[in-house]
C-alpha cells in the first residue's frame, strides 16, 4: 500500500488539518505528521520550517508520496530537496515560500505584511493574532470565542514559527529531482497563485487549481480524487522506470 505523508501547515495539527483525506485510508496507508509545538504535541518555544524538514526528511520510507499544506507546504518542500531518492512524488497546497517569488509586488506585499504582522504586538494575544493572521492568508475559518486549548495552543505556536519568507527553496534541486511534483492552489489569493505558478514553471511541475474553499484547498470535493490520480500515475511511472 502506497504510503502518503502529510504535513500540516499553521495554527492545527495533522488530523485537524486533513479531516477530509480520511476516506483515501481505504486505498492508501496514510502518515499524518503532528509538527512540534502543534496538538497532540506539547508547546515549543520555537517553530522553525528548516528543523521540521529535517524531521519529516527523516520520516520518509522510499517510495513515499509527500504532501504538504501552506507551512507544511514549505517544510515538504525543503524535505524533499535534502532527501530526492526518498520520495515518488511531492504535492504543495498554497506553501508561503514567497523568495521564490521574490520581485512580483502582490508576493512582496504579502511578505511584507507577514514581517509586520509578526512584529506587531498582537502577538501577545493568541486570539488576535490568530484572527489577523487567518484574515491575512485567506481562510475562511472563524475561531470560536473563546478559544479551545487546543486551538489556543495552535495559535500560540503559529505566533513563535519562523517567518516563511525566510525560507530559501532549492529550485534547482527539487526541479532536478526525477518525482513528479503537484502544485495546488485555490484561486482565493493573487500571491498565493503567484508563488504556485513560480514552482509550476520552475519544477515542471503539474498545476492544480479548485477554487471555493479558500486556504484550505484540501478540502475541496475533488481534491481527493485529483491528488489519488497523481498519486497512482507517478506510482506507475516509478515501476515502469525501475
Not at 505528521?33 to 524538514?53: M, T
Not at 524531521?55 to 507544511?72: F, K, M, Q
Not at 472563524?142 to 514559527?161: D, I, K, S, T, Y
Not at 529531482?177 to 505558478?197: Q, R, W, Y
Request: aromatic share 6%; net charge negative.
Amino acid at each position: 500500500m502506497e504510503r502518503l505523508v502529510l504535513v500540516h501547515g499553521s495554527v492545527v495539527g495533522g488530523r485537524a488539518t486533513w479531516t477530509a483525506q480520511r476516506p483515501l485510508a481505504d486505498e492508501f496507508e496514510l502518515v499524518v505528521v503532528d509538527r512540534p509545538g502543534f496538538p497532540p504535541n506539547p508547546p515549543v518555544d520555537r517553530v522553525d520550517f528548516e528543523a521540521d524538514a529535517q524531521l519529516v526528511a527523516g520520516l520518509l520510507e522510499p517510495g513515499d508520496h509527500l504532501v504538504g499544506h501552506s507551512y507544511g507546504g514549505v517544510v515538504a518542500l525543503l524535505a524533499a530537496a535534502s532527501r530526492p531518492e526518498a520520495i515518488a512524488s511531492l504535492t504543495v497546497i498554497e506553501p508561503p515560500a514567497t523568495r521564490v517569488a521574490v520581485g512580483i509586488p502582490v508576493v512582496d506585499d504579502f511578505a511584507d505584511a507577514g514581517r509586520l504582522l509578526y512584529a506587531s504586538g498582537s502577538a501577545d494575544d493568541p486570539e488576535i493574532f490568530l484572527r489577523r493572521f487567518l484574515n491575512a492568508v485567506g481562510s475562511e475559518l472563524e475561531p470560536p470565542r473563546p478559544l479551545p486549548p487546543e486551538l489556543e495552543q495552535g495559535a500560540r505556536a503559529l505566533a513563535v514559527e519562523r517567518g516563511p519568507w525566510e525560507a530559501e527553496i532549492p529550485l534547482d534541486a527539487l526541479g532536478a529531482g526525477t518525482f513528479p511534483k503537484l502544485v495546488v492552489s485555490g484561486a482565493h489569493h493573487p500571491a498565493f497563485d503567484a508563488i504556485c505558478d513560480v514552482l509550476e514553471r520552475e519544477l515542471d511541475a503539474e498545476r492544480l487549481v479548485l477554487p471555493g474553499f479558500g486556504h484550505a484547498v484540501q478540502r475541496h470535493p475533488e481534491f481527493n480524487e485529483r491528488l489519488a490520480d497523481f498519486v497512482r500515475r507517478s506510482h506507475a511511472a516509478e515501476r515502469r522506470d525501475a
